[in-house]
């Protein structure tokens, strides 16, 4: 809507703008026009009067010139002292002089000159009584321009409103196809102009769109009763085994093992099936799962990733935080902040403190940089230091995930000690 708003803007002020500029250009030219013909026509006028002063005084001496709007003088050589100091010198032509008149005030004349003869004859003409037309003339023609400016300005109101309807009405059908879930065709609703061409783009990447998201739907149903079906059977198989009389210590330990490797790969399928919907589900009749719980299967099912390095792990439960999320989520998270604390301490500790709303995973191993702590929840970036082998993909999977739930989860350094702490804030 803002994007709209600001298009219509912009045609408004475009409008107004070109509106008032041509009429204003109009203005000026005029103004110049009229200005320059009535310069021309007044300064011929007075040398042809000042022509005919002179012939009239050749002709017919004595006789005196008569003008209703300007005033004459004539001399001869002889009698030109007469005339003010001022015009005595000025050649044949038109001349602008200023001089003071009877109101005290500076005046504007033209003054015309003939020599011929041996006679010489002065036309004068007062410019300044002109002035008071001219500024009611600039008054009018400002006036005109701030009309046709506003003139503009509505029209580009009305324009804008027409231009832009077809826009918004296919503004609103692609909201009402958001609510209906479903998208029917835009361009048969529009006309064959620049919108109706829009619309037929818009229905070409609809349908392609549509047809991606079901083959990814397909891909998804696919995958996960594909995958599913085995890890039941192994899951089921490992059951049985377990409940044979003559199973040994070792073998039993090894049967634990792969139940926990099913249990894991069936709870990364659900996360993962999640993610690619991107659909929030919850756990089943509002139940809520304990924190605590699940990060203790999580560190007994990553103790055989510790392979006989000097390495302890504990779980520290200062107080008891439930999550309103499914127990398969949380553990794929954990799985992978505790796999990577085991995966890049070669010595030390790493440890699991769950409080105050929040887990944190705290290790003791190479540290991290601050300034690539949020870069390491990119997808493909990996960590640097030992062990820092795999597709830089867990990180990435976890900020996924808490993103779909809502929950922070940040990686900074151990200010105390070498290692790195990672955490998870349910809000």
């Known amino acids: 809507m803002r994007s709209r708003r600001k298009l219509r803007f912009r045609l408004i002020v475009s409008f107004a703008l070109f509106g008032f500029g041509l009429s204003a250009l109009f203005a000026v030219a005029a103004l110049y026009v009229r200005a320059k013909v009535e310069d021309q026509l007044v300064v011929s006028s ?16 004595g006789q005196p010139f008569y003008s209703k709007l300007m005033t004459g003088w004539g001399w001869s050589d002889r009698t030109l002292y007469k005339a003010p100091l001022s015009w005595q010198q000025l050649p044949t032509g038109v001349h602008d002089i200023y001089e003071t008149g009877e109101d005290g005030h500076a005046r504007h004349y033209k003054l015309a000159v003939s020599r011929k003869y041996g006679l010489i004859a002065f036309v004068k003409y007062d410019v300044s009584r002109d002035d008071l037309g001219k500024q009611q003339l600039l008054i009018s023609v400002v006036g005109a321009v701030f009309l046709f400016g506003l003139l503009s300005l509505a029209l580009g109101l009305w324009l804008s409103r027409k231009v832009l309807k077809p826009v918004s009405e296919l503004a609103n ?19 064959d102009d620049e919108v109706g061409e829009l619309a037929h783009a818009l229905d070409e990447y609809s349908a392609r769109l549509t047809a991606m998201v079901e ?11 594909e995958l599913r079906t085995p890890l039941a059977v192994i899951a089921s198989t490992t059951e049985l085994l377990q409940g044979s009389p ?39 009749r509002g139940e809520t799962t304990e924190v ?13 990733q510790m392979r006989g390095k000097p390495l302890t792990i504990e779980l520290a439960v200062n107080a008891p935080v439930s999550v309103n999320a499914p127990a398969s989520v949380l553990s ?10 085991i995966k890049y301490t070669l010595e030390g500790s790493v440890r699991v403190e769950v409080g105050d709303g929040r887990i944190e995973v705290i290790d003791t191993g190479p540290g991290i940089k601050p300034e ?56």
């Not at 794929?332 to 604390?341: E, H, I, Q, R, W």
């Open 46 to 61: 007075l040398q042809q009067d000042a022509d005919s002063y002179v012939q009239q005084m050749h002709e017919s001496p």
């Open 173 to 191: 059908r692609l909201r009402d196809f958001r609510k209906a879930g479903k998208a029917e065709p835009l361009a048969p609703h529009f006309a």
């Open 215 to 225: 083959r990814d739907r397909e891909f998804n149903s696919d995958v996960s009763h």
């Open 246 to 284: 003559d199973l040994t210590p070792k073998l039993a330990e090894r049967l634990k093992r792969i139940e926990r490797a099913s249990r894991q790969a069936t709870e990364l399928i659900e996360a993962l099936l999640l993610l690619s919907r991107a659909e929030r589900r919850g756990p089943t």
């Open 292 to 304: 605590g719980k699940v990060a203790a299967d999580v560190i007994e099912s990553q103790r055989p």
């Open 332 to 341: 794929v998270a954990l799985t992978n902040l505790v796999g990577n604390a």
């Open 372 to 427: 690539d702590a949020e870069r390491l929840f990119q997808r493909g970036v990996r960590g640097e230091g030992a062990g820092g082998s795999g597709a830089g993909l867990g990180l990435a999977i976890v900020r996924r995930l808490c993103e779909l739930y809502g929950w922070d989860v940040s990686m900074r350094p151990r200010s105390d000690a070498n290692g790195a702490i990672a955490s998870i804030k349910f809000n």
